[in-house]
Each structure stands twice: as C-alpha cells, then as structure tokens.
C-alpha cells in the first residue's frame, strides 16, 4: 500500500485519553517533513476519557481543500479492541484497504468479530509498549505499524518528529523508549 | 521579494498565535475558560516561554477581558484578545464600546453556537449575532488565512481606527492541524510597524476625551462619521493585500471568486466549507457544468458593489449560512440578495441554505446536491442542509 491515491486518509478509533489525537498529529508532523500536505482533526464530539472518539489524517502531495470529517478511509487504526462491535470502525472500508488492530487476538478472531474481509493487520501496541516503555501507550507504537503497511511516510521522519517534540517534554529516556517501541512495532509480523 | 517563509503545520488557534507572537501586541487580556480556544492557551505558552513580552491580563470574565482591552487601547497600545461563543455574549455590550471609540483592538473568534440549548461547536452564530457591533469582521478558510489575516486586519484596524475580529471556523479550523507557511519573524514586525495611536488617553500635550456623554445634538454625527469610516475600510484593503502578497507571495482579495467567470451557478459561503465546496465545484467542472463559488472573506463592511460585479452573470445562486436569523433572511444570503438587487436587467435565482448548525458535519456530497437543485426551475424556500 501507498499513498498512490491523491489524498490517503486515515481514521483512528479509540477512546478519550488514550493518544490518538496525538498519534495523529505526529504522523501529520511526519508527513510535513517531507513536505506533504497534511491534517489532522478529531471528530469533534463530546471529549470524556475513556468515552469512544474518533480523529482523521488526510495526506497529499497536493493541498488539501476539502474540511468535511473522513467518510471513505483507506486504513482504519483501532487503539482499543474493546471498541470492535461497538462502533462501526470497517464502514466504507474495501477489500483492498487495511484495519489496524491493537489487539492479543489473531487475524482469524478480530475477522470473525468484525466481519471485515480485507487486510487485517493485528498487534499488541498496549503489550509492546507495556514491555518497552512501561506504561500502556499503545498510541506511539502502533504508528510503527502503519508506517510499514501503509508507507505513507519514512519511520525515520516519524522517529526524528518524535524525538523534536517529545524529548523536552517527557525527557530522553523515555523519548527512546517510545521510539524502540514505534520500531519494534514496524518490525514486528 | 519573497522573505524566507517557514513551512510549518499546526491548528488553526495555534496558527493565530504565532502571528500573535510575531505582532507582540502590548496587552492582552483574556479569560481563560470554555468555551476558549486554543490560542490563548498557545499564546500564554510563547509569553511564558519568553517569546513574546506581551503584558497578559487574567480577567474576571470575558466582559471583563474586553473592558481591558477597551482601556489598553485607548491609553494607546496594541490590545488584543481572543474569544468565542458566550465569551463574544458577554463582551457584547463592550464592542460597540471599542469601535464607537474607534480602538483597533483586534480580536481572534474561533466561531460557534450559542446557547440555548448548551452547545460549544462551530457555526457562525456568536459572530452573526455581533455583526452590528461596528467590528471589522474577516472570514478564514484554514490556518494559512488565520495567520494571514491576523496580521492584514491588524495593519486594516489601525489605519482605520476600527476593532477587527478574525474569525476562523470553530473546531474545524482552531483544533485541526493543517499546513501553513509564515513569514520570518521581521518580515512581519516590518508589515505591521509600530503602532502609534492617533489619540490616547496619556496625550498630556493634546488631551483627548473618549466616550463622553453625546447627547442628541452630536450622538447621531460620531454614529454617521463611523459608518463612513467602516465603509472606507473597503477602499483601504485592497492596498494591503497588496502589500502582503509581496511579502508573502499569497494573494489576497475582499472574497474569493472561485472558478466563477463563466460559473452559471454558484454557491456563497464563508469559512472552512469554502475548501470542501472547492472541491465540490471542482469534480462538478470536471462533468461539464458550470459551477463555481464566491467565498466571502471581509463580512464587514461587507463589498457589495465588488460582490455584484463578480455575480452579475451568474443565474442561480445558492447562500449557505452558518447560522439562522429567526423570521428573516439569514444574514449572508440578506447581504447577497441586496448585492444582487442593485443589477439591472438580470433576473436571479437565490436559494437560502442554513447548514452546520451547533457543529453538524457538512460533506461535499451536501454541496453538489445543492448544486442539483439550483437546475430546476422552482426554490423551495430554506434549504436546511444535513438535518436529521
């Protein structure tokens, strides 16, 4: 998968709290490094941690005009297996695109629960980050995951982003830890 | 000349403040509490940070945050703030106090519903509802006219010694990422100079009063002199665009007429939905027709003769308004109507479309059939948009 298609978008189901407005943004920030045109935006409804949410990512080598909400995604992320058969997270999904799934099921079981025929791409983003980082942010390391199947931009990029904003922010150390996480969770089957 | 510009992406709020920490204006009193936007949170961030040395005042509430301004500004400094929905509320009885004084206060609106019943999200309601208020009011499609059109309708304010508000769409623009380019720190210190108050209450060489008693024999006068005012405010933009599209390479005019020379029908809107019509417009040009769009930028003063122009051949016209006007026109397709009124030997086709009330989501798909239905003959009266 690449971003052949003139605008590739992206939706993540998660729920308030855990960091996919902030996943999306740094793969916007990714994206912008190697001057693609980007956005980002939640859908905006009420916020309430723990409450179902989703945020949108649209990349393009052109600019992007349109500001209506993402409808036909190319990939859908699931942050939290708990949201599969609650929400209809594989609408307008083909075939041919791609759900994300943070998860400790096979690709048989998530299929099975969500009925979606096409590209199933399972993995532990909570476990990975529980073991890397020690904190269950399953947000960061599943940025690796789509960077492998969708290629949309270079994990390098992604890696260099997150480095410039989160280094001050949470220091070094964890900084790496979040990134050993992004590049296991690229590496991963 | 173009000055090195830098590429960055960031939320529309945020992009509102870095022109604001670009311009450094000397106050800035704000109240920080929903429904506020993200630009005074990034702005404070850039004061604290040592980045801007701009003198914030934590207010009581939003009445009272334009009060300040009100009082900054006379005393002669550059007095800005940022609001929205009932924060524009309860400050509404202190903006005719800022343009009747004629201040410049500029004011960054990222624009939303208004209660009852309680609802934070974007429309255009709390903008609409002050549109009287004597303010120069600007229209921003995405964080790129955000950022441009802060600093154009500060440069806008002063000359004219009129308060600006900025509007940007509330949420679809303030809280989404999306790219924009911004000028080198100077090149836009320089585009807004320094400001200089023409009058100011701590002039002890020429002593000036502001907003004394004006009873019946001179209220109407000061009231006539500011209308004329606002209405040169037309005449005045177009010189700074001009200038900024030097600086910036991006040009600007009072609206966008998007493909509309040979258009047969358009559509009329103002904000964030003007990119999604873009669009619409465009797959539509790609099967033959002739659809195009007018997004309307400066609201107020609002450019009628220069919006007849563009219009004048165009038949079928639909006005999508972000906000309802209860037992009347909304308020864009009265402006438009009016426009259109003043064209001799042409008879138009107006179809009223309210969309996007309290953050309902308007697709593209909602545009083109609007487009449909400007082909028949008959209007339905008022189109709402994607209510359920």
């Known amino acids: 998968m690449k971003l052949d298609k003139k605008i590739f978008e992206i939706i993540f189901h998660a729920r308030g709290g855990q960091g996919a407005k902030t996943a999306a943004e740094l793969l916007a920030q990714a994206a912008l490094k190697e001057e693609k045109f980007i956005q980002a935006f939640p859908d905006f409804g009420p916020e309430r941690t723990g409450a179902p949410m989703k945020t949108f990512v649209r990349v393009s080598n052109e600019p992007i005009k349109t500001h209506e909400p993402v409808v036909d995604p190319d990939v859908v992320v699931i942050l939290d297996e ?90 070094a150390e964890k900084t790496e830890k979040n990134v050993r996480a992004i590049e296991k969770a690229y590496d991963s089957l | 000349m173009i000055n090195n510009s830098k590429k960055i992406a960031l939320t529309g709020g945020a992009a509102a403040a870095e022109a604001l920490r670009q311009i450094n204006p000397d106050v800035m009193p704000v109240y920080p509490i929903t429904p506020q936007t993200p630009i005074i949170e990034t702005f404070a961030k850039m004061v604290a940070d040592g980045e801007a040395d701009t003198e914030m005042i934590e207010a009581e509430s939003e009445h009272s945050a334009m009060s300040a301004a009100v009082g900054a500004s006379a005393a002669g400094v550059r007095a800005m703030t940022a609001s929205s929905s009932q924060g524009i509320m309860l400050m509404a009885e202190i903006l005719p106090i800022a343009s009747g004084m004629r201040l410049p206060i500029l004011m ?232 259109i009124s003043t064209i001799p030997n042409k008879k138009f086709t107006i179809q009223s479309c309210i969309y996007g009330l309290g953050g309902r989501e308007i697709f593209k798909e909602d545009i083109k059939k609007v487009f449909e239905g400007l082909s028949g003959d008959k209007i339905e009266g008022i189109k709402y948009i994607g209510l359920k």
């Open chain 1, 82 to 171: 708990t949201l599969l058969g609650t929400i209809d997270a594989t609408k307008n999904l083909d075939e041919n695109e791609a759900m994300i799934v943070n998860t400790t099921s096979d690709r048989e079981k998530v299929k099975e629960k969500t009925g979606y025929i096409g590209n199933i791409y399972p993995i532990d983003a909570t476990g990975l980050s529980l073991e890397i980082i020690g904190e269950p942010r399953p947000n960061t390391a599943i940025l690796g995951k789509l960077l492998k199947v969708t290629e949309i931009v270079k994990l390098e990029n992604l890696v260099d982003v997150f480095r410039e904003k989160y280094t001050g922010k949470i220091g």
């Open chain 2, 108 to 339: 960054l609106v990222s624009a939303r519903a208004i209660s009852a019943p309680i609802n934070i999200h974007g429309d255009h309601q709390d903008v609409m509802f002050v549109r009287d208020a004597g303010w120069i009011q600007i229209f921003s499609e995405n964080a790129q006219e955000v950022y441009d059109n802060t600093l154009i309708a500060l440069k806008l304010a002063e000359k004219k010694r009129i308060p600006a508000m900025v509007i940007m769409d509330g949420f679809q623009t303030s809280h989404s990422v999306e790219n924009l380019e911004i000028l080198e720190n100077s090149a836009a210190k320089n585009f807004v100079g320094e400001y200089k108050a023409k009058n100011h209450l701590l002039d002890f060489e020429d002593p000036k009063t502001f907003g004394p008693v004006s009873l019946p024999n001179s209220f109407f006068e000061f009231k006539r002199a500011q209308a004329e005012s606002m209405d040169g405010a037309i005449g005045e933009i177009g010189e700074i665009f001009g200038e900024y599209g030097k600086i910036s390479g991006r040009e600007y005019d009072l609206f966008e007429a998007y493909r509309l020379d040979d258009a047969e029908k358009a559509i009329v809107v103002a904000g964030s939905t003007a990119g999604t019509a873009k669009v619409a417009v465009d797959e539509l040009r790609e099967q033959g027709e002739k659809a195009g769009l007018l997004k309307i930028k400066l609201f107020r003063p609002f450019p009628y003769d220069q919006v007849a122009e563009v219009l004048k051949n165009v038949g079928k016209i639909a006005v999508f308004d972000r906000t309802v006007s209860f037992g009347a026109n909304a308020p864009l397709c009265g402006e438009i109507i009016q426009t």
